[in-house]
């Protein structure tokens, strides 16, 4: 058995008035990420430390923020596509580890449907996918509540 893990890390700065998508559900909130795609953050560092793992480089080189077809685009779009690259080469998911870092809105509530949703995307059980929600005392981009960032961790193997 082939055993790998990989690492993703994002940041999207925060803009009033847009759509704030995270885990591929809508979070309600003053503020959203600004970004190319729909700029979850959270799936973007999911898909990254996928890609990692496997060798396969990052989400901008697959999904280029040059090209018009993924302007706007649902983050679980392209997360569906990464799960199709990664089965392609014979891996599957061991389990994911997950924080995200937001001054505000609180995510904990949120990471119940945001757990599902992904799961169902994957085509993997909950119970692999952890995400953490943390702040970061005030301090930083994040602590100003000018951003988001978020960090995930995979385990993959063949």
Known sequence: ???RTGFGYDVHQLVEGLDFWLGGIKVPHTHGALGHS???VLLH???DA???AANLRDIGFHFPDTDPKYKGVDSKILLKEVM???TEKGYQISNIDSTICLQ???INPHIPAM????AEVMGIPEEDISIKATTTEKLGF?????GVAAYASVLIYK
């Open 84 to 86: 199709r690259l990664l």
């Open 50 to 52: 996928l890609l990692g």
């Open 45 to 47: 560092v999911i898909c």
């Open 38 to 40: 729909d700029a979850d």
């Open 104 to 106: 505000e809105p609180k």
């Open 142 to 146: 994040v602590g100003k509540k000018e």
């Open 115 to 118: 757990k599902t949703c992904i």
């Open 1 to 3: 058995m082939k055993i």
